[in-house]
């Protein structure tokens, strides 16, 4: 059935902020690394309360669009302000729980899994999906296919044919958690890194440790701004 006649609903005041934040960048030529107004600034010249200015600023903090500097003000991240949709933000929200919830129990029996049953060639994809992820980060990217072939060097050295299928079948929603973790600032480096410590204990030969590398490296992935966003926290 339909949904076209779904009922109206009143775009949020701070969907209108963002709106007009787009257009002023677009328009002024803005870039990753530019400065935007303060939160101040912003509230007096769009004509609206400071909380609205800041709901929207939330919300292109989550999407890794702007970074704000505690003291130091707000900056672009990237050449634009394209904001996803707010009503598909909430529902990424609603499910990425279940989602990261769902990867610390897979992959940490898969990392523990590899460090014993891994081959030579398992560890070279490995080693290689690493050097990828290095090469996007240093080119200005998040790291994000690079991240993607990691994983899925650790779960086909685990050799388990079942877990593979469990992952094959969230595979849509790990890449959603994927996107989420890595456009957090600072984010795709320590990704690597820890990515590393991983793949030095499947290395090793050291299933609990492995397991234990990639426990911390899940819930790590689990601390993204979105799961702080209160969407309906003013209209």
């Given at each position: 059935m339909t949904d076209a006649l779904r009922p109206m609903t009143k775009q949020r005041l701070y969907e209108q902020v963002l709106d007009r934040l787009r257009a002023y960048v677009t328009e002024g030529g803005l870039g990753a690394g530019d400065r935007l107004p303060t939160e101040r600034d912003l509230a007096q010249r769009l004509g609206v309360s400071r909380a609205s200015v800041k709901q929207a600023i939330v919300v292109l903090?989550?999407?890794?669009?702007?970074?704000?500097?505690?003291g130091g003000g707000m900056y672009?991240?990237?050449?634009?302000?394209?904001?996803?949709?707010?009503?598909?933000?909430?529902?990424?929200?609603?499910?990425?729980?279940?989602?990261?919830?769902?990867?610390?129990?897979?992959?940490?029996?898969?990392?523990?899994?590899?460090?014993?049953?891994?081959?030579?060639?398992?560890?070279?994809?490995?080693?290689?999906?690493?050097?990828?992820?290095?090469?996007?980060?240093?080119?200005d990217g998040h790291g994000v296919e690079g991240d993607r072939l990691f994983h899925a060097a650790v779960t086909a050295a685990a050799h388990s044919s079942i877990l593979a299928e469990?992952?094959?079948s969230i595979a849509?929603?790990?890449?959603?958690?994927?996107?989420?973790?890595?456009?957090?600032?600072?984010r795709p480096a320590r990704s690597l890194?820890?990515?590393?410590?991983?793949?030095d204990a499947i290395a090793a030969g050291q299933p609990s440790r492995a397991a234990a590398a990639m426990r911390r490296h899940v819930r790590t992935v689990a601390k993204v701004r979105l799961l702080d966003w209160e969407p309906d926290g003013e209209s």
């Open positions: 903090e989550v999407q890794g669009l702007v970074e704000v500097r505690h672009l991240v990237r050449d634009n302000l394209d904001v996803e949709p707010v009503e598909r933000m909430v529902e990424r929200r609603r499910r990425l729980p279940d989602v990261l919830e769902a990867r610390e129990a897979l992959e940490t029996k898969l990392a523990e899994l590899a460090a014993e049953r891994r081959t030579e060639e398992d560890l070279a994809a490995m080693r290689s999906a690493l050097a990828h992820m290095a090469k996007e980060i240093e080119d469990f992952m094959r849509g929603q790990i890449a959603e958690s994927r996107t989420e973790s890595l456009r957090q600032p600072h890194a820890q990515h590393q410590a991983i793949l």
